[in-house]
């Protein structure tokens, strides 16, 4: 292994931790800020009407900026007009779906009695949500492609204001007017961000026209539409068995125990970041050098450095689970026991990952979606709807657990039978 490669794949995972701590770090703020002088039972409406957000988003973006970062990574050093025509298309994909969601959600605000946990107030949330979710596809995009093509620094700027801004308006709309002031405040911020984006956008993918004789864009775009289709399903299963958990809490417990859940989770969030830095570093550095010589020297170094820091975090995590109740409060000293039910689920996480960079770095988003996330949720669904009326939050961190072993035999097993993934994760 070259000090070359290993140069090459630290300064990606640096900037990319800037931006992961300036992203997580904010949103842990806010989150700390509400849990403290809102209490559990604002906390919880809160948590759930940003995890509904998530949900929306990754409902609507169908994974377009996932494929489209790819894409733009693997064809830009060779064919910069064909890779931004890609990118477009899976822009344009992403954006039109998120207004045919946005304008059900807006609908569904108008139906009465909607069952979506006790005393969530639907009617108020959906609304101000649904301005948050094209905006935040759009930074998806912008930020995703220009992370493919490596401009790390800008990424890291870009990342950190955005960051800054959403922290201050979060803090201060919840300060000022409650909890919606909160929600309002970061949606305020993602609409600010967005604006920037489009001229970012505009410096590193600029309009292009593209000689159709030359190019086969009919091609380019089912390729495209292929991937879209099994990623948006997976990541939609991924935040709709996560949002199921959150709803089955508040459904069968209250929102003060939704709170005290979503206070376990955060720092589970938190404690699973490092991990996720080094998976995204991989995808980076292994999507641009997929057809080099070099690819297995970094698909080492991704894995190396993936299992090393989950170990470490899930170690890290264990020995100061104290810190819960010291930073959200005392009203929130019973979510440590479920912080630490959470723990095991950091270790399997991180071979999810591996296994999902494995598959997508050779396109195979389809085996993605049948062989790991459909056993992963389908798990996690079930377990959800056995543990959580019996034991409330602590059956609901099970239940994540347990969908992810789920994921990782369905993987096992069904890579075996098709002798296509022997060769993915030894």
Not at 171 to 191: N, Q, R
Not at 326 to 331: A, P, S, V
Not at 367 to 386: H, Y
Request: charge should be positive.
């Amino acid at each position: 292994m070259s000090n070359e490669n290993k140069n090459r794949f630290l300064k990606n995972a640096g900037g990319i931790l800037v931006q992961n701590f300036a992203s997580q770090g904010s949103t842990f703020i806010v989150n700390l800020f509400i849990a403290r002088q809102l209490g559990p039972a604002n906390f919880g409406i809160y948590s759930l009407s940003i995890l509904t957000l998530n949900s929306a988003i990754m409902a609507s973006s169908l994974s377009a900026p996932a494929i489209g970062a790819q894409f733009i990574g693997q064809s830009y050093a060779e064919n910069s007009e064909i890779s931004i025509f890609g990118w477009r298309h899976c822009k344009k994909v992403g954006l039109i779906s998120s207004l045919i969601v946005s304008t059900l959600f807006i609908l569904c605000s108008f139906i009465p009695n909607l069952k979506i946990g006790n005393e969530f107030p639907y009617q108020i949330v959906l609304p101000i949500i649904t301005l948050g979710i094209i905006s935040s596809l759009y930074i998806s995009h912008v930020s995703q492609g220009i992370a493919a093509i490596e401009q790390i620094r800008v990424l890291t700027i870009f990342t950190t204001f955005s960051s800054l801004l959403y922290m201050v308006s979060g803090i201060l709309g919840a300060f000022l007017f409650g909890v919606f002031g909160g929600l309002i405040g970061v949606i305020l911020s993602m609409l600010i961000s967005a604006v920037i984006a489009i001229f970012l956008e505009n410096i590193f993918f600029k309009s292009i026209s593209l000689k159709k004789e030359k190019i086969d864009i009919k091609k380019i775009t089912k390729g495209l539409n292929e991937k879209i289709l099994p990623m948006s399903t997976a990541g939609f299963l991924l935040l709709g068995s996560n949002w199921l958990l959150s709803a089955l809490v508040m459904f069968y417990c209250s929102k003060t125990e939704m709170g005290i859940f979503s206070s376990a989770n955060q720092m589970r969030i938190l404690v699973m970041l490092l991990p996720q830095i080094m998976n995204s570093a991989g995808m980076v550095i292994r999507n641009r050098t997929h057809k080099s010589v070099e690819k297995t020297n970094y698909r080492a170094l991704s894995i190396k450095y993936m299992l090393f820091f989950s170990l470490a975090c899930t170690i890290i995590g264990a020995c100061f689970s104290f810190l819960i109740p010291i930073l959200f409060g005392e009203k929130y000293k019973s979510s440590v026991s479920i912080f630490y039910i959470f723990l095991p689920s950091i270790l399997l996480e991180s071979f999810i990952l591996l296994i999902r960079q494995e598959l997508q770095t050779h396109d195979k988003f389809r085996e993605w979606l049948i062989w790991v996330m459909c056993p992963w949720q389908f798990s996690c669904a079930i377990a959800a709807l056995i543990l959580i009326p019996i034991y409330g939050a602590i059956g609901a961190s099970a239940s994540y657990s347990v969908g992810l072993i789920g994921g990782i035999l369905g993987y096992l097993i069904l890579s075996r039978k098709s002798n296509t993934g022997k060769n993915y994760i030894k």
